[in-house]
């Protein structure tokens, strides 16, 4: 297997494609494009190797975080909106801001989506504890929940931001941006290299990896009960083993999954930008499992 190679160098501009095609952002160091070539895969001398089958997604990186091994890729450099997976580092920034969770936020007038005018569940008014909002924040991608969270961090949604891309830096996140803390935002972008350094780093976090897979969850808004549940179908299949998870969804970004899974007794991570169709990515994920349990048993063999 071929180590994990980061590339450096910051980006410079956004090319959301209105076509459905790979979303590329150019970047200085590197030019990729709409027909970048695959990485290829590698494998021991002597292992009998099964082909991937085609994938639905137009970016895709497979890693095994142990060894930094990149196990497949597929325009894996490509910097890309990446919509809701945004609220990782959102969650991480949370977290790691030592920040009370228990504190009560509340819902204001302030997070209703005015970008995409998107619908939401959490009305306006309504009061929380920091842990509720990250709850539904990372389980349902409730976009006001994650705008609270921004509001309320020391010097408000501004520092917040930078202190997004200040984690993001310092994770060696290069070819990543964050304008604001939902993934609301097309100008949120990242590339599957860069995501899966942060699917690495946020399931150190026994919060994150819990409240990402948890099946649902109830809040209290006013007299009444509001049930959420997780936006990843995959979390209620009894053959995966999901130790975190993210879904993402605008129109620029595609469907778009991170998981860290274990896989033929081994964790991987998988990062899938850019899938078109409401259930690809979920069927990507199955085929490279798939894939992955057929190589490791033909390499025992």
Same mark, same amino acid.
């Given at each position: ?8 160098? @910051?980006?410079?501009?956004?090319? +959301?494609?209105? /076509? !459905?095609? *790979?979303?590329? #952002?150019?970047? $200085? ?8 070539? @695959?990485?290829?895969?590698?494998? +021991?001398?002597? /292992? !009998?190797? *099964?082909?991937? #089958?085609?994938? $639905? ?245």
């Amino acid at each position: 297997m071929l180590a994990l190679a980061f590339l450096s160098g @910051p980006v410079s501009s956004v090319q +959301a494609r209105a /076509a !459905r095609t *790979v979303k590329v #952002v150019k970047t $200085k160091p590197a030019h990729t494009h709409r027909h970048a070539r @695959p990485h290829r895969r590698h494998r +021991a001398p002597g /292992a !009998r190797a *099964v082909r991937m #089958v085609a994938l $639905k997604s137009s970016a895709v990186l497979i890693l095994d975080p142990k060894t930094k091994a990149v196990l497949y890729g597929k325009n894996a450099q490509a910097v890309m909106p990446i919509a809701s997976l945004t609220k990782l580092m959102t969650a991480l920034v949370v977290l790691e801001a030592k920040q009370d969770m228990a504190e009560v936020l509340a819902v204001t007038d302030a997070d209703v989506d005015r970008l995409k005018y998107s619908s939401s569940r959490l009305h306006v008014g309504t009061r929380l504890s920091r842990s509720a909002m990250l709850h539904i924040a990372l389980m349902s991608s409730e976009n006001r929940a994650a705008s609270a969270l921004g509001r309320h961090y020391p010097g408000g949604t501004k520092a917040f931001v930078a202190a997004m891309n200040a984690k993001a830096r310092a994770l060696g996140m290069r070819r990543t941006h964050f304008v604001e803390p939902t993934g609301l935002s097309s100008a949120n972008v990242s590339t599957p290299e860069d995501l899966a350094r942060l699917v690495v780093a946020a399931e150190r976090h026994a919060l994150i990896r819990r409240y990402s897979t948890d099946r649902h969850f109830t809040i209290r808004q006013g007299r009444q009960h509001t049930d959420y549940h997780n936006t990843n179908r995959l979390t209620a299949n009894p053959r995966w083993k999901i130790r975190l998870q993210k879904t993402g969804y605008i129109a620029e970004a595609g469907r778009c999954m991170v998981l860290h899974a274990t896989v033929a007794g081994r964790p991987t991570v998988m990062v899938f930008l850019d899938a078109q169709g409401k259930f690809s990515r979920a069927a990507d994920a199955n085929r490279v499992r798939a894939w992955l349990a057929r190589n490791r048993l033909a390499a025992r063999g």
